[in-house]
């Protein structure tokens, strides 16, 4: 049991002033593993007042020290590999494996890129008549999901600090015990007290104290379009910065000259990565419609053939959901899906066999659906895959489009400047062309109800800094 009971502030471990728990549980065994503070409001207050205090002298610093800390803590980090992806292999219930390359090795990486880019930025520059400085905005409020946790946290951690603002985090508190290992990694480097700080809690609760909070000056969120939608409301009051990296429903567009087993094939494993809980996720597939029925035979066989099971078995491809709360879900909407009449072409709602504890789902796929299902508009957020058909390019680019999300998308062709020039089409943040691999140093947010704002590379330091103009004589 890894029972925390203290908040990380102002460079030290604060009791909680919230006397409630929240429990922990591991997403495999269905046993509680752990238990985090549910901080209250007087909490969020004493942790945004210490960001605050840090902030004049933080500010100041120079990117070469910041960037400092920040190599500091990627060595650190790095030490405390296997803890770590074992801590969130449990919390969250993904493959061991892919744990150490997402949740240290991707985190590491983003120290170490975003603290090389705090040295090379430009922080000042000459317009005409005016000296243009960057500056940072100040104190943030950073809240994180559960899904891919360490990772979206030091998306917002890393470049903040670089930026020199002071942070209080909030990190999900379905899989909070990760980011309490980050505090303790910041706590052995020295950095100062009060530039990072901890709160666990509700999202109602502490989470909206904090987005109201005026000594807040910016609120960074990754999390449902939900809370986006929230948090901008209540942000609103005081006319806070927001950056939102929300949802999606992303499409994989499947062209006529692509190779379609390996188009299929890597179109399941972009559905089913972290069992469907993964915010890029492509989970609907737009084929044509001559080769629908190859399609469906291809993803039935994939998906039928993925081993789902003990996320720390080293043949397990897809681990549990994190909770019960979000198998329910998923599941509701697997059951929805068939009552509306699409065609079940791979898994189903009851668990996998021999798998009735723990929160599995079985990789899902359908077909046979229409446009106005719920299956298709609505991230489900789970191993469940929708095939579309399409008869014309034009067709297809118009499916692709039809969402009120904009996060991701990919297109598959045996023409690459074909593909690029269907992608140009597309209103999303992002589109892998083929099987283009993720890139840290790259833009990374959503079009329309994916989010407002960028992470990672230079656009993801700019998020942190306000811009003044100093006219010269
Ligand atoms: P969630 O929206 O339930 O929670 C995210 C965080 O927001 C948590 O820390 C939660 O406590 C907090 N929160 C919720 N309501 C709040 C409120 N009213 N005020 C303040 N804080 C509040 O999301 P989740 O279930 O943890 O994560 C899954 C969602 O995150 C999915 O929708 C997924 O697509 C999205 N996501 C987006 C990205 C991206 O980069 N675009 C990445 C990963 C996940």
Redesign the pocket.
């Known amino acids: 049991m890894i029972e925390r009971t203290a908040h990380y502030i102002g460079g030290q471990w604060q009791p909680s002033i919230g006397t409630e728990t929240i429990p922990v549980v591991n997403a495999s065994t269905e046993q509680i593993m752990g238990s985090i503070p549910a901080g209250n409001a007087e909490d969020a207050d004493i942790a945004v007042r210490a960001a605050r205090a840090a902030f004049e002298s933080w500010s100041t610093t120079s990117p070469a020290q910041r960037a400092g800390y920040l190599k500091l803590a990627a060595e650190q980090l790095q030490l405390r590999q296997s803890e770590i992806a074992s801590l969130v292999s449990q919390e969250v219930g993904m493959p061991f494996a892919y744990s150490n390359v997402v949740q240290v090795g991707l985190p590491v990486q983003s120290l170490v890129s975003i603290a090389d880019l705090a040295l090379s930025f430009q922080f000042e520059k000459k317009v005409y008549n005016s000296l243009v400085v960057r500056e940072p905005v100040g104190v943030v409020v950073a809240?994180?999901?559960?899904?891919?946790p360490l990772h979206?946290i030091v998306?917002k951690v890393a470049p903040a600090l670089a930026a020199g603002c002071t942070i209080v985090l909030?990190?999900?508190?379905?899989?909070p015990l990760n980011a309490y290992i980050l505090a303790e990694v910041f706590e052995a480097i020295g950095l100062p007290p009060g530039v990072f700080n901890l709160v666990t809690?509700?999202?109602?609760g502490?989470?909206?104290t904090?987005?109201a909070h005026p000594e807040v000056d910016m609120?960074s969120?990754?999390?449902?379009?939900?809370?986006?939608r929230?948090?901008g409301a209540?942000a609103a009051d005081t006319i806070k910065r927001v950056s939102?990296?929300?949802?999606?429903k992303s499409p994989l567009l499947v062209l006529d000259d692509a190779d379609i087993t390996a188009a299929v094939s890597h179109g399941l494993s972009a559905c089913y990565l972290n069992s469907g809980?993964?915010?890029?996720a492509l989970t609907r597939m737009i084929v044509p419609r001559s080769k629908l029925a190859e399609v469906e035979a291809i993803a039935k066989v994939g998906a039928d053939s993925l081993v789902v099971g003990d996320p720390f078995d080293p043949a397990t491809v897809l681990g549990p959901l994190?909770s019960s709360t979000?198998r329910d879900r998923v599941v509701t909407y697997i059951e929805q899906a068939i009552a509306d009449g699409a065609r079940l072409v791979a898994g189903g709602p009851t668990p996998p066999e021999g798998l009735e504890t723990g929160f599995f789902v079985r990789p899902t796929v359908f077909s046979d659906v229409t446009p106005d299902m719920a299956i298709v508009r609505e991230?489900v957020?789970g191993p469940v895959l929708v095939i579309q058909p399409y008869d014309t390019e034009a067709e297809a680019i118009t499916l692709a489009n039809d969402s009120i999300f904009g996060?991701n998308a990919g297109v598959f062709s045996g023409d690459e400047q074909r593909a690029i020039s269907v992608a140009r089409r597309i209103r999303a943040g992002q589109v892998q062309i083929n099987d283009g691999a993720f890139n840290i140093h790259a833009p990374?947010?959503?079009y329309r109800q994916?989010?407002n704002g960028r992470?990672f590379g230079t656009w993801g330091l700019e998020e942190f800094l306000e811009t003044k103009s100093l006219q010269l004589p």
């Open positions: 809240i994180t999901p559960w899904n891919y979206q998306a909030k990190p999900s508190e379905v899989a809690g509700t999202g109602t502490v989470g909206e904090l987005v609120v969120l990754t999390g449902s379009t939900a809370a986006g929230r948090i209540v939102l990296e929300l949802g999606g809980q993964t915010c890029i994190v979000q991230e957020f996060l990374f947010g959503g994916s989010g992470e």
